[in-house]
């Protein structure tokens, strides 16, 4: 089964990850690491409720890291991984400009 993560930005080339040969991340592991680029990247959940639910925080995330930050070939490949596998989806298109995910 083809496993990719693509990440687009307004006016940028889409940032594609191919994960088809690459060793899935655990779970536990990825929402560990989503959340913890989270706080790192000084993000903010959002909903106004303040829920923020696994699909936001990757987004939010993606948003943060902005396109140079997935210049840096490790950092992509480890977001790839963590979004696949805490969203549970091999394929996942993330659109930066409206905050959004598509499987």
Same mark, same amino acid.
């Given at each position: 089964?083809?496993s990719?993560?693509?990440?687009?930005?307004?006016?940028? *080339?889409?940032?594609?990850? !191919?994960?088809? %040969?690459?060793?899935p991340?655990?779970?536990d592991? =990825? $929402?560990?690491w989503?959340?913890?680029?989270?706080?790192?990247?000084?993000?903010?959940?959002?909903?106004?409720?303040?829920?923020?639910?696994?699909?936001?925080?990757?987004?939010?995330?993606? *948003?943060?890291?902005?396109? !140079?930050?997935? %210049?840096?070939?490790?950092?992509?490949l480890?977001? =790839? $991984?963590?979004?696949?596998?805490?969203?549970?989806?091999?394929?996942?298109?993330?659109?930066?400009?409206?905050?959004?995910?598509?499987?």
């Amino acid at each position: 089964m083809r496993s990719e993560i693509r990440v687009m930005f307004p006016g940028r *080339q889409p940032v594609q990850v !191919d994960l088809n %040969e690459v060793q899935p991340m655990p779970h536990d592991v =990825a $929402r560990w690491w989503l959340n913890d680029q989270f706080t790192q990247m000084g993000c903010e959940p959002l909903r106004p409720t303040g829920k923020l639910l696994t699909a936001d925080t990757v987004v939010v995330v993606a *948003q943060a890291a902005g396109p !140079d930050k997935f %210049e840096d070939k490790k950092w992509a490949l480890e977001f =790839a $991984r963590a979004a696949s596998s805490a969203l549970g989806k091999p394929m996942v298109h993330i659109d930066v400009a409206t905050l959004s995910i598509s499987y």
